[in-house]
C-alpha cells in the first residue's frame, strides 16, 4: 500500500466512502450544492470543533420587522433598507446566555441584544449622517496610499455601507449590497461588495466581505469573517488594502459602560477607567498582551473607589498629562496637600454660574493645571488615608488654578457635601487621594456581560504575512453618540487577489462567569492569509437555452442542469479565487441586466465621481442588485452578458438559498459545502425493486434486487446481490464477501473516474497533518480511525453512528507526509491538530486502499 504527497499525485484519482460504524444514521437527502452555499464556504476557514451541539434554540428569519429598541431619532426609518436577516439563539433554562442579532445587506451586525439590553450604540452621528452605516459591527479596509484626508481624499471601505454625504443621491441611505446567503443549521453565511464610505468619491471598491455567524449555544457566537481583495495583479490600477478594522465596533456606553482587559499571564480580567478618549488612547495593547479576550459590562461597583492615576500639567500650566517615566516626574507632578485648616469654602460666584455648590480648597503651591475634569469618568472621592474620610465630588472645574486652588462641585445644594464637611475631614498638611466613583455601579454578581475573545495573536510570531504585531483599540467618543468604540487593528497587507480570514468568539453571560467561560475559547481563534489559487474549489457550471433570457447555475464538476434540458453549458468557473480569474456578477437595474466582471457597469459612465449606488438613466433612489456567480476567466460568459439570473433555473424552487425560518435547535452543525453527488441517507423502499434500476441508488435497499443494476450504488448493499454488477460500486463492501477471491480483479482503470464527491469537512485545522500506516485490513484501518478520532476528540460534533471518511485528490494547503509506520498514527507540528474527514490517497496503478 503506497501513498504520496499531494504534490506528487497524479490526477488519476479514486474516492472512497469509509462507514466507522455500520449503523448508518438516517438523515434527510440535500439538494445539490446551493451557489451561495459554495461561493460562501470556499472564502471561509474552517468552523472550530469546540462550536458544536448547542442546548440552545438557534433561528433566523428573513422577514422585517421593526426594531424595538430605542435608537436616533431619524434612524429608525431606515431600518427596512437595512434589514437583512434576523438570527436568535436562546438558552430554555438561563436567559443571560440568549441572544439576538440583526443582520444588514451587508452582512455585518447592526443590532445585538443580549441580557444587558441593546449592545449596539444609538446611531446620533450627526457629521456624517450615517444611520447604521458606522456605528455597527463591521470588518473595514483601507488603502493608505490614497486615504489622503488633507487633500480631501477618503479611501476607507465600509462593510455596512456609505456615508449620506451625496446629497440628494444618498437621501436614503446606501447599505452594501448582499451578493450571497446562506443559512443552515446552526449558523447564516453572507458575502456584501464593501463600499467607499465617504461619497461622493473618484475611487472604486475591490473588497468583498463575508461572514459566518454559527451558534455553539450557551450564549456563545463564532464570528468568522474573510476579506477579499477582488483586484488581481496587472490591473491598471490595482488596490492594495494596507489597514483592516477587523471588526471595527464597539458598545453602547449606557448598556455597557465597564471595559476590561484581560491579563495576560492570570487571564484575570482588569478594569480601565476612565476610559480614555478615542482618538487620544493612552493605550494601544497589542492582542499579545493581553490574556486573549475584552469584556464590557453594565456598570461594576468599585467598592471604595479606583485610584487615579499621577497627573502631571503641562509646560503653559494648563492641561493635565500622563505623567513621563523619566527625571522630570517629580517637576511637573500635581500633589494635592491641603494648605490650610478650616479654610475651603463656597465660591459663590461659580455656585451661581453653575447652578452647583462649588467647594474652593486651598493647597500647597504644586505644578498650575487650569484644566479640570467634566463629564464621563470625573465624579470622583476626595479621601484621606490618616482618618478614611471623604466627601463625593461631582466634577473639577479647575485642578490647581495659579497652582494653588482647587474648584470643584458637590451636591451641597441638595443635601450633600459642603465646605464644613471639607474642613471636618482634612486638617493642613493632609494629602487629597482622589478615587474614582460610579454612580448607580452594581455588585459584580448583579451584572451581566458581553466578551470579545480576539485571541493572543501567534500568526505575528510564525506567519510572514503578518507585518507586525496585531493590536486592539478602544475608548469613549464624546457628545450625544453614546458609544465606546472596539476594534481589532490585523497588521496584514491584502494585495490583489489575497484573502484574510479571522475566526472570534462573542460571549453573553453573568459577568463573573465571564474569565472561566471565556478563556477556553482563546485557543480557538485563528487568523490565516489565502493566495489566489491556494485551493481549486468547487466546478461552477453557467447553464442557458438558445434564446432564452434567463440562465442558472449548477455547483460540482458532475452536476447537470435538470429542470431545463435544452440548457447547454455557456461558461465554466470556480467557487474560490483564482490569479487567472475574476469575481463575475449578475447585475439588475429595473431596464437593464449585466453579467461580467465590472461590478459599476449599470452605473452611469463616469471616472469621478464614481456611483455604484446609482441605475444610470434611472431616478437617483434606484438602486442596482448585485449577485456573485463564482471566478470566471474574463471574456469566457459573454453570451450571458445581458441575461437575468435565476437561482431556480437549473434545480427548480425546492433548492433555492434558505429564506424560510429555522425553529429548531440544531443537534449538529453545519459541514459545509454539500455533496452534489448522492448523499448517504437510507431509500424509503421497504422492498426490493422488481425490475433492473436505471439510477444508482444512494443507500442500500434492505434486500437485494432481482435484476441488475446498470448504475453503481454510492453504498454497499447490507448483502450480496443476487447476479454480479456491471460496474463496481463506490465505496467498499462493508460485510466481508462469502468466500475469497480467488483471481485478481480486472486491470485499473485507465481513465479518471467521476469527479470525488467534495466534502468540507467541519473540524479540519488548516496546519500540516501527518499520517503513517502500512498494510493495514480494512478493519484495522475502521477501527484505528475510531480509536484516533476518540484520542484527539476529533469531530465530537458529529454522531458516533455517523462518521465519514472521504478520501480525495487535491489539497494545496494542507501537507500530508505519509511514512511506513504504526498501522495509523497521527501527528503535527502543532499541538491543536484535528483530524480532518479527508486525505489524499493515489489511484494510478491501483495504489491507494481498495
Known amino acids: 500500500m503506497t501513498f504520496t504527497s499531494p504534490e506528487t499525485m497524479t490526477s488519476k484519482i479514486t474516492t472512497i466512502f469509509l462507514l466507522v460504524s455500520a449503523a448508518v444514521a438516517q438523515t434527510k437527502p440535500h439538494p445539490p450544492p446551493k451557489l451561495s452555499q459554495a461561493l460562501l464556504n470556499s472564502l471561509l476557514p474552517p468552523r472550530s470543533p469546540s462550536c458544536s451541539h448547542s442546548v440552545n434554540t438557534f433561528s433566523h428569519n428573513h422577514t422585517f420587522t421593526p426594531s424595538p429598541h430605542y435608537w436616533a431619532k431619524s434612524t429608525p426609518g431606515w431600518e427596512h433598507l437595512n434589514f437583512l436577516t434576523e438570527i436568535s439563539s436562546t438558552h430554555p433554562s438561563n436567559p443571560n446566555r440568549t441572544w439576538t442579532a440583526r443582520i444588514g445587506t451587508g452582512g455585518n451586525i447592526y443590532s445585538f441584544e443580549g441580557p444587558f439590553g441593546e449592545a449596539m450604540p444609538p446611531q446620533h452621528h450627526p457629521d456624517d449622517n450615517a444611520p447604521w452605516i458606522d456605528e455597527v459591527w463591521q470588518t473595514v479596509g483601507v488603502n493608505q496610499n490614497k486615504n489622503k484626508p488633507a487633500q480631501g481624499d477618503y479611501y476607507f471601505i465600509h462593510q455596512a455601507g456609505a456615508y449620506q454625504k451625496d446629497g440628494g443621491y444618498t437621501s436614503e441611505p446606501f447599505y452594501a449590497p448582499n451578493v450571497a446567503r446562506y443559512c443552515d443549521g446552526n449558523e447564516c453565511l453572507f458575502a456584501s461588495w464593501g463600499q467607499i464610505a465617504a461619497v461622493p468619491t473618484k475611487f472604486r471598491s475591490p473588497m468583498l466581505y463575508v461572514n459566518r455567524y454559527r451558534d455553539c449555544g450557551e450564549g456563545v457566537m463564532e464570528y468568522t469573517a474573510a476579506m477579499h481583495n477582488m483586484d488581481r495583479v496587472g490591473d491598471a490600477d490595482p488596490d492594495t488594502i494596507t489597514y483592516l478594522n477587523a471588526p471595527w465596533g464597539g458598545v453602547r456606553f449606557s448598556s455597557l459602560q465597564s471595559v476590561l482587559l484581560s491579563d495576560a499571564t492570570s487571564g484575570k480580567l482588569e478594569i480601565e477607567y476612565p476610559i480614555h478618549r478615542f482618538g487620544l488612547e493612552t493605550k494601544y495593547p497589542n492582542l499579545d498582551t493581553t490574556g486573549g479576550f475584552t469584556t464590557f459590562a453594565q456598570n461594576l461597583d468599585f467598592a471604595d473607589g ?252 458532475s452536476a447537470t442542469c435538470d429542470a431545463v434540458p435544452a440548457a447547454q453549458v455557456k461558461c465554466t468557473g470556480v467557487s474560490f479565487p483564482q490569479a487567472t480569474k475574476r469575481a463575475l456578477f449578475a447585475i439588475r437595474c429595473p431596464n437593464a441586466s449585466y453579467v461580467g466582471t465590472d461590478r459599476y457597469a449599470l452605473s452611469p459612465d463616469k471616472a469621478d465621481p464614481v456611483r455604484s449606488y446609482l441605475c444610470a438613466g434611472e431616478d437617483i433612489l434606484v438602486r442596482p442588485t448585485w449577485t456573485l456567480l463564482g471566478y470566471f476567466t474574463e471574456g469566457d460568459c459573454g453570451d450571458l452578458a445581458t441575461l437575468v439570473y435565476d437561482e431556480n433555473y437549473c434545480h427548480g424552487s425546492d433548492v433555492s438559498d434558505t429564506n424560510a425560518p429555522s425553529n429548531a435547535p440544531s443537534l449538529t452543525p453545519t459541514s459545509g459545502i454539500t455533496s452534489g453527488e448522492p448523499t448517504m441517507t437510507g431509500s424509503s423502499t421497504a422492498m426490493p425493486t422488481a425490475g433492473k434500476s436505471t439510477k444508482g441508488t444512494v443507500m442500500p435497499s434492505s434486500s437485494p434486487t432481482t435484476g441488475k443494476s446498470t448504475k453503481a450504488t454510492a453504498m454497499p448493499s447490507s448483502s450480496p446481490s443476487s447476479e454480479p454488477s456491471p460496474s463496481p460500486t463506490m465505496t467498499p463492501t462493508t460485510a466481508p464477501t462469502p468466500s475469497p477471491t480467488v483471481s485478481p480483479t480486472m486491470a485499473p482503470t485507465m481513465a479518471p473516474t467521476m469527479a470525488p464527491t467534495r466534502v468540507y469537512p467541519t473540524c479540519l485545522h488548516k496546519r500540516p497533518l501527518r499520517f503513517s500506516f502500512t498494510e493495514c485490513s480494512y478493519e484495522k484501518f475502521v477501527d484505528a480511525i475510531a480509536n484516533l478520532m476518540k484520542r484527539w476528540r476529533i469531530c465530537k460534533n458529529s454522531p458516533e453512528k455517523e462518521i465519514q471518511l472521504i478520501l480525495k485528490a487535491k489539497d494545496h494547503k494542507h501537507s500530508i507526509d505519509i511514512v511506513n509506520s504504526a498501522c495509523l498514527a497521527a501527528s503535527s507540528k502543532k499541538s491543536k491538530t484535528y483530524l480532518p474527514f479527508e486525505f489524499i490517497a493515489n489511484s494510478k496503478k491501483g495504489e491507494g486502499i481498495a
Open 306 to 557: 479606583l485610584p487615579m492615576p499621577p497627573m502631571c500639567g503641562d509646560a503653559n500650566g494648563y492641561k493635565m498629562l500622563k505623567c513621563p517615566d523619566d527625571e522630570t516626574y517629580d517637576s511637573v507632578l500635581m500633589k494635592l496637600i491641603v494648605r490650610y485648616d478650616n479654610h475651603a469654602g463656597e465660591s459663590g460666584v461659580y455656585t451661581q454660574n453653575t447652578g452647583e455648590y462649588t467647594l474652593r480648597i486651598n493647597v500647597v503651591p504644586t505644578v498650575e493645571i487650569h484644566q479640570g475634569c467634566n463629564g464621563y469618568g470625573c465624579q470622583l472621592y476626595f479621601w484621606n488615608n490618616r482618618n478614611n474620610m471623604h466627601i463625593k465630588v461631582n466634577r473639577v472645574l479647575h485642578w490647581t488654578l495659579k497652582g494653588e486652588r482647587m474648584y470643584v462641585t458637590t451636591d451641597g445644594l441638595n443635601g450633600g457635601h459642603t465646605a464644613d464637611d471639607f474642613n471636618a475631614a482634612f486638617k493642613a498638611g493632609d494629602e487629597i487621594t482622589v478615587l474614582h466613583r460610579v454612580p448607580g455601579a452594581m455588585r459584580s454578581e448583579d451584572n451581566t456581560a458581553l466578551t470579545f475573545v480576539h485571541g493572543t495573536d501567534p500568526e505575528s510570531q510564525t506567519e510572514q504575512w503578518v507585518r507586525s504585531k496585531n493590536r486592539m483599540r478602544f475608548g469613549f467618543t464624546t457628545g450625544t453618540r453614546d458609544y465606546t468604540v472596539y476594534t481589532i487593528n490585523p497588521k496584514v497587507t491584502l494585495s490583489p487577489g489575497r484573502t484574510f480570514t479571522y475566526r472570534q468568539f462573542i460571549l453573553v453571560d453573568n459577568f463573573d462567569n465571564m474569565e472561566n467561560r471565556a478563556a477556553p475559547w482563546v485557543d480557538e481563534v485563528s487568523m490565516d492569509m489565502y493566495e489566489p489559487g491556494e485551493f481549486n474549489g468547487e466546478t461552477i457550471s453557467l447553464y442557458s437555452a438558445n434564446g432564452a433570457t434567463t440562465f442558472g447555475a449548477t455547483v460540482g464538476s
